[in-house]
């Protein structure tokens, strides 16, 4: 079976502020997928990121910044500099072969204050 | 490229009611995905088609909901009856592969159903 942990239900930060999403999974396959989608107000999930399995440099685009270390099961995401328009729901996903479908997490709402 | 289009954008029925959803996917997408959002939860699958088959529904509550994709386009999500648990968004995505892990996935922005 496959989870998806973001045990962080919601951060409040001030603008300029750095924020680190946490998210932690678990599968027994060996080639996996891994995604971080982000969730406006206005209800569509845009893709940020996917990483695979095998492919455990950290990527950084722009304020985005991701963290993937398979000894701990983790990818994370920092976000560096927040702003106001970061506001939104973030979701982590995991994607596996055996499971077939892409199972999400319950989300970290991150809320970014003037 | 035009996003994955859904409609309505919101809808507010009575519990037994009936209510159907509908998706149009970026074209050439063969993949289609309906997932459900209750409040505070992340999406749930769930159904998925490729083309005009069913890959997956084993999420799909069968006895009340119901899916079509009819030539592999266009796909229509049926509730018959509502119950108040239904209150959810409904999202629709699609993925240029056979499961999304290579290309990703785009979903629409939703249909957010309330049952009263």
Known sequence: AQKVTQAQT??????????????????????YYLFWYKQPPSGELVFLIRRNSFDEQNEISGRYSW?????????????????????????CALFTGGGNKLTFGTGTQLKVEL | EAGVAQSPRYKIIEKRQSVAFWCNPISGHATLYWYQQILGQGPKL??????????????LPKDRFSAERLKGVDSTLKIQPAKLEDSAVYLCAS???????????????????TVV
């Open chain 1, 10 to 31: 919601e951060i409040s930060v001030v603008e300029k502020e750095d924020v680190t999403l946490d998210c932690v999974y678990e599968t027994r396959d060996t080639t």
């Open chain 1, 67 to 91: 963290n993937f270390q398979k000894s701990t099961s983790s990818f994370n995401f920092t976000i560096t500099a927040s702003q106001v328009v970061d506001s939104a729901v973030y979701f």
């Open chain 2, 46 to 59: 769930l159904i998925q088609f490729q083309n005009n088959g069913v890959v997956d529904d084993s999420q």
């Open chain 2, 95 to 113: 993925s240029l592969d056979r499961a999304g892990e290579v290309y990703g996935y785009t979903f629409g922005s939703g249909t957010r159903l």
